[in-house]
C-alpha cells in the first residue's frame, strides 16, 4: 500500500522545518523536507530525516512503569502499569508531601525549548510551587531574551525572510549551521552567505559558520565582553556610529561614551587575545555595511559576565541602528496570545521561597522573565535539605545527569528524592534513578501550536498529531491528566483549549491553522516610530535604567572568568589549557540520539578538539584517547586534532552516555562532559549563570 503523507513540522530541535511524513501501517516510514514550507523551502537537517529511526527505535519507552517493590533506585527491576494506575499513584504521592511538607518541596524539570514547555510552567503555578528548572536558562537563552526586554522592550530575531536581505553577519559565540539555534535555521543563515554578505566570527574555535566567514576572530573563551565593549569603543570614537537613530532613539549615550573611553582595542588584545587592528577592522565592516545581523550565540552566556556580555552586544546593535530594520534585526512580533501560564495562582508567600530567587533576581525574582529556580541551589537543597528539603521531582524530558553541571552532585541528590518521576523518550541515566518512567511521544504523534522563531513569534504553525506509538502520551496530556487528579485550578482547561485561546487574535482555531499550513504574516518594521519602544524611557536603553534600579551595572563591565590563565595563575600551571564544553555536532541533540544507529554511526564516540601544535606537544594523535582533566575530574575522549582552533583551548563534546552500557549504569561518568564543570560559585549575579565555557583543564594520553 501507498504510504499516506502529511505536513508536519519537525521538532527533532526546537524546530521549525516543513517536514513530509510518510506513513504506513500506522508507522512513520520516511521524513522527507516539505517544499513548500515558508520558513524552510525543503531543507532539512540530518537528525530531522532520520526521525523514522527515532521514533520506531526498539527501545522506545513504550508503556508506564514502576520500580518494582523492594528494587533500589536504578536497580533496572520495572513493572509495566496501567496509564490509570501511573497517573493515580502519582497524583496521590504529589497530594501527600504537599499536604505533609508544603508545595515547594515539590519540583518540577524540564528540557531545553520543547513544545510542552509552557505547560510545565503552568503545572507549577497551579501545584502552588514557585521550583521549577530546566537546564538552559541560565546558561542559555534567557539572558538574552531578558537583556532584549529591558534594552529594546522586545526579543529581537535576525530578519532572513524579509525582502532585504542582510548585508553583513556577525556571528558572536554562535555556529547556527550546526545548530539551527531558535529559529534561525541553517538553511537561512546559508541562504544569506551564499548571497555574498559579509561576514564575521567571533569563537575560540573556527566553527563550520567560522569556516564560512571573511573574519574569524578568535577569542579567549570567557572574554567576550572586553572584544564587544573595545568595538564599541572603535564605533563611536571613529564617528561610525548611527547618528539619527542615536540620537532620537536611544538613551544614555553620553553616559556610554563616557564610560567606553578606556576600553580601547589594545586593551583588549591583552585580555581577548584578538589583536587590536582586526577587532578595528570587524567593528569597522560591522558598523559600515547595512543592513547588519548579529547573530548571537551560547558562547556569550555560559559564564559569569552572562549578563554583561549579552548587554554590549546588544549596545552593539543599537549603535549601529540596526534594529527593526529590513535585513537587520528585528523586534518579535508576538502575534498569538501569551501562554495562560496561571502566574496568578502562585501566592506571593510561595513565590518568595523559590530557590536562588532573592540571589538571582533576574532569573527567579518577580521582574524575571519567566521566573524559575536557580539549579544548584535546588538541587542542593534537595540533597542536604538546605534551606528547606525538596521531597519530589516530576522531570518532564531532561536528562540533568549529563546536562546541569557536577553530575556528581546531580546523582546524590536524585538519590535523595522520595518521589522521583521520569517522562521521557527512552531510559536514560537519569530517568533509571527513577520510581515511574512514562512513555512520551514524538513530535510526529504530538499536536502542538508553534510560534516561530522561539519567543519572537513572528510566525504561527500548527503540528498535528499523525500517528500513536504504544501507550506514548504527550507531556502535556499527562499534565492536564495529573492536574485533574489534583484538582488544580483551571483544570478542567485542555492544552487543546489553550491552542485556540492563543490564536483568538488571529481570529483563527487550531484544526483550521493544520488545514491552512503556516500563517507567516509580513512583518511591520520599525514598529517604534508609532510607540516608541517599550522600556521606561520609551527609547534603547543604552544605560539601562532597570538594571541600575535594581542595583546592576548599568553600563557592561569585563569581569575576568573565575579560573582562568589570569585569575588563577598558579592552577594554570597544572591546569595549561583553556576548556570549552559543549559546542553542538549536527548528528546529536544534547543528551539524545545516542541510540540511534544511524546518527551514532557519524559520530561514534565522544570527541575532544585539540589544535594540532598543542597535540604533537603532548605526543597525541588524531584518533588518540585521551584523558581531559579539570580540578572537578577527569573524562576519557577521543582525540579530534585540528588546526581549527585556537592553541591554548580544548573543547569537549557534552551530553555523552553510553546507552548500550545499560548495565554498567550506561558509564554515565566516564565522557561525560559536566564532570568537568562546576556547580559551586562565583555565578553571574543577576542571572546566576554558571561557567560551562572558559574554565581550566589539562591533557593526556590515555
Ligand atoms: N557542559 C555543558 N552542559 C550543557 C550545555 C553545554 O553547552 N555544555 N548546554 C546546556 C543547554 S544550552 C541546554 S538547553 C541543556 C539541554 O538539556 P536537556 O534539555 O536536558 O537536554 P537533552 O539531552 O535534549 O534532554 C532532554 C531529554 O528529553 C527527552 N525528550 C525529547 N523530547 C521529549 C518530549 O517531547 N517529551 C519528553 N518528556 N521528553 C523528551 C530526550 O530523550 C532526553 O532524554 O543542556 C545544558 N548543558
Ligand atoms: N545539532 C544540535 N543543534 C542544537 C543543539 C544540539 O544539542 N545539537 N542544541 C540547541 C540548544 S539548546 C542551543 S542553546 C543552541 C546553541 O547553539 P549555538 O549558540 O550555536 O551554540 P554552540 O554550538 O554550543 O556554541 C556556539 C559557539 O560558541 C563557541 N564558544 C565557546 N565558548 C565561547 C566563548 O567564550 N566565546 C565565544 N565568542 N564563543 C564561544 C563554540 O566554539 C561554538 O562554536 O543549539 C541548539 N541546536
Ligand atoms: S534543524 Fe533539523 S532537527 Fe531542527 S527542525 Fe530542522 S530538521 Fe528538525
Ligand atoms: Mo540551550
Same mark, same amino acid.
Given at each position: 500500500?501507498?504510504?499516506? @503523507?502529511?505536513?508536519?513540522?519537525?521538532?527533532?530541535c526546537h524546530?521549525?522545518?516543513?517536514?513530509?511524513?510518510? @506513513?504506513?501501517?500506522?508507522?512513520?516510514?520516511?521524513?522527507?523536507?516539505?517544499?513548500?514550507?515558508? %520558513?524552510?523551502?525543503?531543507?532539512?537537517?540530518?537528525?530531522? !530525516?532520520?526521525?523514522?529511526? +527515532?521514533?520506531?527505535?526498539?527501545?522506545?519507552?513504550?508503556?508506564?512503569?514502576?520500580?518494582?517493590?523492594?528494587?533500589?533506585?536504578?536497580?533496572?527491576?520495572?513493572? $509495566?502499569?496501567?496509564?490509570?494506575?501511573?497517573?493515580?499513584?502519582?497524583?496521590?504521592?504529589?497530594?501527600?508531601?504537599? *499536604?505533609?511538607?508544603?508545595?515547594?518541596?515539590?519540583?518540577?524539570?524540564q528540557g531545553t525549548g520543547r513544545?510542552?514547555y509552557?505547560?510545565?510552567?503552568?503545572?507549577?503555578?497551579?501545584?502552588?510551587?514557585?521550583?521549577?528548572y530546566e537546564p538552559g536558562l541560565a546558561q542559555c537563552f534567557i539572558p538574552r531574551i531578558t537583556v532584549s526586554?529591558?534594552?529594546?522592550?522586545?526579543f529581537?530575531?535576525?530578519?532572513?525572510?524579509?525582502?532585504?536581505?542582510?548585508?553583513?553577519?556577525?556571528?558572536?559565540g554562535h555556529n547556527p549551521?550546526?545548530t539551527?539555534a531558535d529559529g534561525?535555521?541553517?538553511?537561512?543563515?546559508?541562504?544569506?552567505?551564499?548571497?555574498?554578505?559579509?561576514?564575521?566570527?567571533?569563537?575560540?574555535?573556527?566553527?563550520?559558520?567560522?569556516?564560512?566567514?571573511?573574519?574569524?576572530?578568535?577569542?579567549?573563551?570567557?572574554?567576550?565582553?572586553?572584544?564587544?565593549?573595545?568595538?564599541?569603543?572603535? /564605533?563611536?570614537?571613529?564617528?561610525?556610529?548611527?547618528?539619527?537613530?542615536?540620537?532620537?532613539?536611544?538613551?544614555?549615550?553620553?553616559?556610554?561614551?563616557? *564610560? +567606553?573611553?578606556?576600553?580601547?582595542?589594545?586593551?583588549?588584545?591583552? +585580555?581577548?587575545?584578538?589583536?587590536?587592528?582586526? %577587532?578595528?577592522?570587524?567593528?569597522?565592516?560591522?558598523?559600515?555595511?547595512?543592513?547588519?545581523?548579529?547573530?548571537w550565540g551560547l558562547g556569550i552566556e555560559q559564564n559569569v559576565?552572562s549578563l554583561?556580555a549579552v548587554?554590549?552586544?546588544?549596545?552593539?546593535?543599537?549603535?549601529?541602528?540596526?534594529?527593526?530594520?529590513?535585513?537587520?534585526?528585528? %523586534?518579535?512580533?508576538?502575534? !498569538?496570545?501569551?501562554?495562560?501560564?496561571?502566574?496568578?495562582?502562585?501566592?506571593?508567600?510561595?513565590?518568595?521561597?523559590?530557590?536562588?530567587?532573592?540571589?538571582?533576581?533576574l532569573l527567579?525574582?518577580?521582574?524575571?522573565y519567566m521566573?524559575s529556580?536557580h539549579i544548584?541551589?535546588?538541587?542542593?537543597?534537595?540533597?542536604?535539605?538546605?534551606?528547606?528539603?525538596?521531597?519530589?521531582?516530576? @522531570?518532564?524530558?531532561n536528562?540533568a545527569?549529563l546536562t546541569v553541571a557536577?553530575?556528581?552532585?546531580?546523582?546524590?541528590?536524585?538519590?535523595?528524592?522520595?518521589?522521583?518521576?521520569?517522562?521521557?523518550?527512552?531510559?536514560?541515566?537519569?530517568?533509571?534513578?527513577?520510581?515511574?518512567?512514562?512513555?512520551?511521544?514524538?513530535?510526529? =504523534?504530538?499536536?502542538?501550536?508553534?510560534?516561530?522563531?522561539l519567543v519572537? $513569534?513572528?510566525?504561527?504553525?500548527?503540528?498535528?498529531? +499523525?500517528?500513536?506509538?504504544?501507550?506514548?502520551?504527550?507531556?502535556?496530556?499527562?499534565?492536564?491528566?495529573?492536574?485533574?487528579? !489534583?484538582?488544580?485550578?483551571?483544570?478542567? /482547561?485542555?492544552?487543546?483549549?489553550?491552542?485556540?485561546?492563543?490564536?483568538?487574535?488571529?481570529?483563527?482555531?487550531?484544526?483550521?491553522?493544520?488545514?491552512?499550513?503556516?500563517?507567516?504574516?509580513?512583518?511591520?518594521?520599525?514598529?517604534?516610530? =508609532?510607540?516608541?519602544?517599550?522600556?521606561?524611557?520609551?527609547?534603547? $536603553?543604552?544605560?539601562?535604567?532597570? !538594571?541600575?534600579?535594581?542595583?546592576?551595572?548599568?553600563?557592561?563591565?569585563?569581569? =575576568?572568568?573565575?579560573?582562568?590563565?589570569?585569575?588563577?595563575?598558579?592552577?594554570?600551571?597544572?591546569?595549561?589549557?583553556?576548556?570549552i564544553t559543549g559546542s553542538r555536532?549536527?548528528?546529536?541533540f544534547h543528551s539524545?540520539?545516542?541510540?540511534?544507529?544511524?546518527?551514532?554511526?557519524?559520530?561514534?564516540?565522544?570527541?575532544?578538539?585539540?589544535?594540532?601544535?598543542?597535540?604533537?606537544?603532548?605526543?597525541?594523535?588524531?584518533?588518540?584517547? %585521551?584523558?581531559?582533566?579539570?580540578?572537578?575530574?577527569?573524562?576519557?575522549?577521543?582525540?579530534?586534532?585540528? $588546526?581549527?582552533?585556537?592553541?591554548?583551548?580544548?573543547?569537549?563534546?557534552h551530553g555523552?552516555?553510553?546507552? =548500550?552500557?545499560?548495565?554498567?549504569?550506561?558509564?554515565?561518568?566516564?565522557?561525560?562532559a559536566n @564532570?568537568?564543570t562546576?556547580?559551586?560559585?562565583?555565578y553571574n549575579?543577576?542571572f546566576g549563570s554558571y561557567q560551562l565555557r572558559?574554565?581550566?583543564?589539562?591533557?593526556?594520553?590515555?
Amino acid at each position: 500500500m501507498k504510504p499516506s @503523507v502529511y505536513k508536519s513540522t519537525c521538532r527533532v530541535c526546537h524546530g521549525g522545518c516543513g517536514a513530509l511524513v510518510h @506513513v504506513s501501517d500506522g508507522r512513520v516510514v520516511k521524513v522527507l523536507g516539505d517544499p513548500s514550507s515558508p %520558513i524552510s523551502g525543503g531543507w532539512m537537517c540530518v537528525k530531522g !530525516l532520520r526521525s523514522p529511526d +527515532i521514533a520506531n527505535h526498539p527501545d522506545r519507552l513504550k508503556t508506564p512503569l514502576k520500580r518494582k517493590q523492594g528494587q533500589d533506585r536504578g536497580s533496572g527491576q520495572w513493572e $509495566e502499569i496501567s496509564w490509570e494506575t501511573a497517573l493515580d499513584e502519582i497524583a496521590g504521592r504529589v497530594a501527600e508531601i504537599r *499536604h505533609e511538607s508544603g508545595a515547594e518541596s515539590i519540583a518540577l524539570g524540564q528540557g531545553t525549548g520543547r513544545h510542552h514547555y509552557m505547560h510545565v510552567v503552568r503545572f507549577a503555578n497551579a501545584l502552588g510551587t514557585p521550583n521549577w528548572y530546566e537546564p538552559g536558562l541560565a546558561q542559555c537563552f534567557i539572558p538574552r531574551i531578558t537583556v532584549s526586554n529591558i534594552t529594546y522592550g522586545g526579543f529581537v530575531t535576525a530578519d532572513y525572510y524579509g525582502e532585504t536581505k542582510p548585508a553583513c553577519i556577525l556571528f558572536w559565540g554562535h555556529n547556527p549551521l550546526v545548530t539551527s539555534a531558535d529559529g534561525e535555521l541553517a538553511i537561512s543563515v546559508r541562504k544569506a552567505m551564499r548571497d555574498g554578505c559579509r561576514t564575521i566570527a567571533v569563537d575560540p574555535r573556527r566553527s563550520e559558520t567560522a569556516r564560512k566567514c571573511e573574519m574569524w576572530l578568535p577569542v579567549r573563551p570567557g572574554t567576550d565582553t572586553a572584544l564587544a565593549l573595545a568595538m564599541i569603543n572603535t /564605533i563611536i570614537s571613529g564617528g561610525l556610529y548611527d547618528r539619527d537613530f542615536v540620537e532620537n532613539w536611544t538613551s544614555g549615550f553620553a553616559e556610554l561614551k563616557n *564610560h +567606553i573611553g578606556p576600553f580601547t582595542p589594545q586593551w583588549a588584545e591583552k +585580555i581577548t587575545g584578538v589583536k587590536a587592528a582586526d %577587532i578595528v577592522q570587524a567593528a569597522t565592516l560591522y558598523a559600515t555595511t547595512k543592513p547588519a545581523i548579529l547573530e548571537w550565540g551560547l558562547g556569550i552566556e555560559q559564564n559569569v559576565n552572562s549578563l554583561q556580555a549579552v548587554r554590549a552586544l546588544a549596545i552593539l546593535r543599537a549603535i549601529t541602528g540596526n534594529i527593526d530594520t529590513p535585513g537587520g534585526d528585528i %523586534i518579535g512580533m508576538n502575534i !498569538l496570545k501569551s501562554y495562560p501560564v496561571l502566574k496568578d495562582k502562585l501566592p506571593p508567600e510561595a513565590a518568595k521561597k523559590r530557590l536562588g530567587a532573592d540571589q538571582f533576581k533576574l532569573l527567579g525574582g518577580w521582574r524575571a522573565y519567566m521566573p524559575s529556580a536557580h539549579i544548584p541551589a535546588l538541587f542542593r537543597a534537595m540533597r542536604d535539605g538546605d534551606p528547606y528539603r525538596i521531597r519530589a521531582l516530576l @522531570v518532564f524530558g531532561n536528562n540533568a545527569l549529563l546536562t546541569v553541571a557536577n553530575p556528581k552532585n546531580t546523582y546524590e541528590a536524585l538519590n535523595k528524592l522520595d518521589l522521583l518521576v521520569v517522562t521521557d523518550l527512552f531510559m536514560t541515566p537519569t530517568a533509571s534513578l527513577a520510581d515511574y518512567v512514562l512513555p512520551a511521544a514524538f513530535w510526529p =504523534e504530538v499536536e502542538h501550536l508553534m510560534g516561530f522563531p522561539l519567543v519572537a $513569534e513572528n510566525n504561527v504553525i500548527a503540528q498535528p498529531r +499523525i500517528t500513536q506509538n504504544g501507550q506514548c502520551r504527550q507531556d502535556e496530556w499527562i499534565i492536564d491528566e495529573l492536574s485533574k487528579r !489534583l484538582n488544580l485550578p483551571d483544570s478542567d /482547561i485542555t492544552y487543546r483549549d489553550i491552542f485556540d485561546y492563543q490564536l483568538s487574535p488571529l481570529n483563527m482555531r487550531f484544526d483550521e491553522l493544520i488545514d491552512r499550513g503556516p500563517y507567516c504574516p509580513p512583518h511591520k518594521y520599525r514598529k517604534y516610530l =508609532e510607540k516608541g519602544f517599550r522600556t521606561p524611557s520609551g527609547k534603547v $536603553e543604552l544605560y539601562s535604567s532597570v !538594571l541600575k534600579r535594581m542595583g546592576y551595572d548599568p553600563l557592561p563591565t569585563y569581569l =575576568e572568568p573565575p579560573e582562568s590563565p589570569m585569575s588563577t595563575p598558579e592552577l594554570h600551571e597544572d591546569y595549561p589549557f583553556v576548556l570549552i564544553t559543549g559546542s553542538r555536532k549536527a548528528e546529536f541533540f544534547h543528551s539524545e540520539h545516542r541510540q540511534v544507529e544511524s546518527l551514532r554511526k557519524l559520530s561514534p564516540d565522544p570527541c575532544a578538539e585539540m589544535h594540532v601544535s598543542a597535540a604533537s606537544d603532548l605526543g597525541i594523535a588524531d584518533g588518540d584517547w %585521551i584523558i581531559v582533566s579539570s580540578p572537578r575530574g577527569q573524562i576519557s575522549m577521543k582525540a579530534k586534532v585540528t $588546526e581549527n582552533i585556537h592553541p591554548s583551548v580544548v573543547s569537549v563534546e557534552h551530553g555523552w552516555w553510553f546507552p =548500550e552500557k545499560a548495565g554498567e549504569g550506561f558509564g554515565l561518568f566516564e565522557s561525560n562532559a559536566n @564532570v568537568l564543570t562546576s556547580d559551586s560559585p562565583p555565578y553571574n549575579t543577576a542571572f546566576g549563570s554558571y561557567q560551562l565555557r572558559g574554565l581550566l583543564c589539562s591533557v593526556r594520553k590515555k
